[in-house]
């Protein structure tokens, strides 16, 4: 049976037994004026050096610090995604020499299919985070300006890694407006100049299609031939420049049903012939 402690109320004697002492020995007091001490029931956390105490205070500290890195990367990951959507409008925009533009007031996107079919319910800008994906499934985001111009994107692979853009092109369906293009690694000073505003602007003017045929645009190594459909290659970027031909070609053909039909929506009706000049042409 555990030993019993009783406190002296006027000296604070403590005596340790199973019952009070018949008088205080310090003070002389009788046993009435002691008062048993009852043991304090500790909680099993209670003792910040045990144990139990550490793991529950570590396990605390861990889901709070979890949760709050879950919640700083929840707004990082937000504000990428909102970063990713402007630079691609920018780069939509930016082929189209509209960089001053609004892109939701210039520029209405949508989903065709092969057939050059407009598909609804699509996120047009979800499609181009996995373009060559988004190319197998047979869906094909275009984005058209007010002004009848579209803007087609394209993937490619360069030399070392995917390359990437927009080609604008204009009412005609056929001259290249503008084009913007990225890629992840190729090297600088020669494929990584597909990335400069000086190189891109020798595709400004360029035509997809010579008559009724599809050509697209060639970067033709030791320049060009071909002035309407080829640009100059790039010096010492071989490799790059066949991977960007190959990009143009591969993906703006994927667009050619749409293409065609704008084509001819908008080429003008052929001349009527007056009756007077069908006598005089029968005579």
Same mark, same amino acid.
């Given at each position: 049976?555990?030993?019993?402690?009783?406190?002296?109320?006027?000296?604070?004697?403590?005596?340790?037994?199973?019952?009070?002492?018949?008088?205080?020995?310090?003070?002389?007091?009788?046993?009435?004026?002691?008062?048993?001490?009852?043991?304090?029931?500790?909680?099993?956390?209670?003792?910040?050096?045990?144990?139990?105490?550490?793991?529950?205070?570590?396990?605390?500290?861990?889901?709070?610090?979890?949760?709050?890195?879950?919640?700083?990367?929840?707004?990082?990951?937000?504000?990428?995604?909102?970063?990713?959507?402007?630079?691609?409008?920018?780069?939509?925009?930016?082929?189209?020499?509209?960089?001053?533009?609004?892109?939701?007031?210039?520029?209405?996107?949508?989903?065709?299919?092969?057939?050059?079919?407009?598909?609804?319910?699509?996120?047009?800008?979800?499609?181009?985070?996995?373009?060559?994906?988004?190319?197998?499934?047979?869906?094909?985001?275009?984005?058209?300006?007010?002004?009848?111009?579209?803007?087609?994107? =394209? @993937?490619? %692979?360069?030399?070392?890694?995917?390359?990437?853009?927009?080609?604008? !092109? #204009?009412?005609?369906? *056929?001259?290249? &407006?503008?084009?913007?293009?990225?890629?992840?690694?190729?090297?600088?000073?020669?494929?990584?100049?597909?990335?400069?505003?000086?190189?891109?602007?020798?595709?400004?003017?360029?035509?997809?299609?010579?008559?009724?045929?599809?050509?697209?645009?060639?970067?033709?190594?030791?320049?060009?031939?071909?002035?309407?459909?080829?640009?100059?290659?790039?010096?010492?970027?071989?490799?790059?420049?066949?991977? =960007? @031909?190959? %990009?143009?070609?591969?993906?703006?053909?994927?667009?050619?049903?749409? !293409? #065609?039909?704008?084509? *001819?929506?908008? &080429?003008?009706?052929?001349?009527?012939?007056?009756?007077?000049?069908?006598?005089?042409?029968?005579?």
């Amino acid at each position: 049976m555990a030993t019993k402690k009783f406190k002296c109320n006027v000296c604070g004697y403590i005596h340790e037994g199973d019952a009070a002492p018949a008088n205080c020995p310090v003070c002389g007091v009788p046993a009435s004026e002691f008062t048993e001490l009852k043991p304090e029931k500790k909680g099993l956390f209670s003792d910040k050096n045990g144990n139990a105490y550490i793991i529950m205070y570590s396990t605390v500290m861990v889901v709070i610090v979890a949760t709050l890195l879950a919640l700083a990367a929840l707004g990082l990951q937000k504000r990428q995604y909102e970063n990713e959507l402007n630079e691609k409008k920018h780069a939509i925009l930016a082929s189209l020499s509209a960089g001053d533009r609004s892109y939701d007031e210039f520029i209405d996107a949508y989903v065709v299919d092969k057939d050059g079919r407009r598909v609804d319910g699509e996120d047009v800008f979800a499609l181009l985070n996995d373009l060559p994906g988004t190319f197998e499934a047979g869906k094909f985001p275009i984005f058209e300006a007010r002004d009848g111009r579209v803007v087609i994107p =394209v @993937t490619g %692979m360069g030399l070392w890694g995917p390359v990437w853009g927009y080609v604008a !092109l #204009e009412k005609d369906m *056929n001259t290249v &407006a503008g084009i913007i293009m990225a890629h992840k690694g190729e090297t600088p000073g020669l494929g990584a100049e597909i990335a400069t505003p000086k190189y891109q602007a020798n595709f400004v003017g360029k035509t997809i299609f010579d008559g009724d045929k599809f050509v697209s645009v060639t970067l033709r190594k030791g320049g060009a031939k071909d002035p309407a459909h080829e640009v100059d290659a790039i010096s010492g970027g071989t490799k790059t420049s066949d991977g =960007v @031909t190959a %990009m143009l070609y591969n993906s703006l053909e994927n667009y050619l049903p749409l !293409l #065609e039909a704008k084509r *001819n929506a908008t &080429a003008p009706a052929p001349a009527e012939v007056s009756n007077e000049e069908n006598v005089e042409n029968n005579e």
